[in-house]
Nanobody
Framework: VQLQASGGGLVQAGASLRLSCAASGRTLRRDTTAWFRQAPGKERELVAL????????YYEDSVKGRFTISRDNAKNTVYLQMSSLKSDDTAIYYCAAAPQSAIWSTVVQGLGFIYWGRGTQVTVSS
């Protein structure tokens, strides 16, 4: 199973970016898929998740209203649309997937994710 994240870059504050995470070797349609980020000197944090077949979403408080997670099942790809970017959003962003057996109370804690992609750097200049 491979998750390939892309779409990061260097942008100015207020700009938008869309991250993509293409999966191979596994169909994500029934998985819980998520984006995490890790800023320098900080712990990795859960940014957004799409629960199982897409019935529910979770967003970390600081990104609510600015980030949107979505999935294209035909392309087996997960997206993170980021808008109104701030310097605090600077981090390495990782996509991850948890199998269908992972329950809500587990994944919203950032646990249960067993498939991980390599990160993509997002740098927001102020």
């Amino acid at each position: 199973v491979q998750l390939q994240a892309s779409g990061g870059g260097l942008v100015q504050a207020g700009a938008s970016l869309r991250l993509s995470c293409a999966a191979s070797g596994r169909t994500l349609r029934r998985d819980t898929t998520a984006w995490f980020r890790q800023a320098p000197g900080k712990e990795r944090e859960l940014v957004a998740l799409l629960f199982r077949s897409g019935g529910s979403t979770y967003y970390e408080d600081s990104v609510k209203g600015r980030f949107t997670i979505s999935r294209d099942n035909a392309k087996n790809t997960v997206y993170l649309q980021m808008s109104s970017l701030k310097s605090d959003d600077t981090a390495i962003y990782y996509c991850a997937a948890a199998p269908q057996s992972a329950i809500w109370s587990t994944v919203v804690q950032g646990l249960g994710f067993i498939y991980w992609g390599r990160g993509t750097q997002v740098t927001v200049s102020s």
